[in-house]
């Protein structure tokens, strides 16, 4: 077995060996609204997961650009502090990977893929169209990660889900499930991969 001593490996290794062994993760795809322009910001998080039960709390990770500066989700979010987190299904895979390219601020990535987008309940951030499930959220907590010389490296984010919003076809509203045939959900492995649900199996917890 390979043996890796953290502080003895650089930040391009660190990155490959996180992400590539922390599988597989739901991709927070996160409607954000430039309070000073109006735009809508479209932009897909791996780094981002449950945070709560007797809250309903979410996680995402925003990691800062190589020079240290915020991206444009987060910087919305703290400004104007809500937003919509858009599950993303295989049907429309090929959108959210347009929406991560690098744009300035003032362009939506909307138009990246003509993405539509429809009204929230609780917040002012649309959600996008076509998503089964769109949760809106808050700013709950915000906590910056910063490194030993002091440099904030991330922007961590605990959001409060205020709203759900769920497809007739991918929610069994007697029991309370998720239906993940018609959800059919996207996670993110390492680097370009990508992965999705094919056969799910039960394993009864132990009493």
């Known amino acids: ?34 309070k000073e322009t109006g735009v809508i910001n479209l ?5 981002t997961s ?40 295989k049907t429309f895979i090929d959108k959210m990977n347009a929406t991560a390219a690098k744009v300035p601020a003032d ?14 309940n609780s917040v002012t951030v649309p959600g996008v169209h076509d998503a089964l499930i769109r949760l809106e959220v808050k700013v709950y907590q915000y906590i910056p990660i910063r490194d030993r010389d002091e440099h ?12 759900y919003h769920l497809d007739e076809s991918v929610y069994d509203i007697e029991n309370g499930y998720i239906l ?7 996670a993110r492995l390492a680097g370009n991969l990508y992965t999705d649900i094919t056969e799910p199996y039960i394993l009864e917890r132990p009493e």
């Open 152 to 163: 904030i490296i991330t922007d961590m984010f605990i959001l409060e889900v205020t709203d």
């Open 50 to 89: 449950g945070a709560g039960q007797k809250m309903p709390l979410i996680s995402v990770a925003i990691l800062r650009k190589e020079d240290f500066s915020i991206k444009d989700t987060a910087r919305n979010l703290l400004n104007h502090p809500e937003g919509v987190i858009n599950i993303v299904s």
């Open 1 to 34: 077995m390979y043996h890796l001593a953290a502080n003895q490996i650089d930040e391009k290794l660190q990155y490959k060996l996180l992400s590539g062994a922390i599988v597989p993760r739901p991709i927070g795809w996160i409607t954000s609204l430039n």
């Open 180 to 186: 993940y045939d018609g959800l059919a959900p996207v």
């Open 43 to 47: 932009a897909p998080f791996s780094f």
């Open 107 to 120: 362009v939506s990535e909307l138009t990246l893929a003509d993405i539509k987008i429809l009204d929230s």
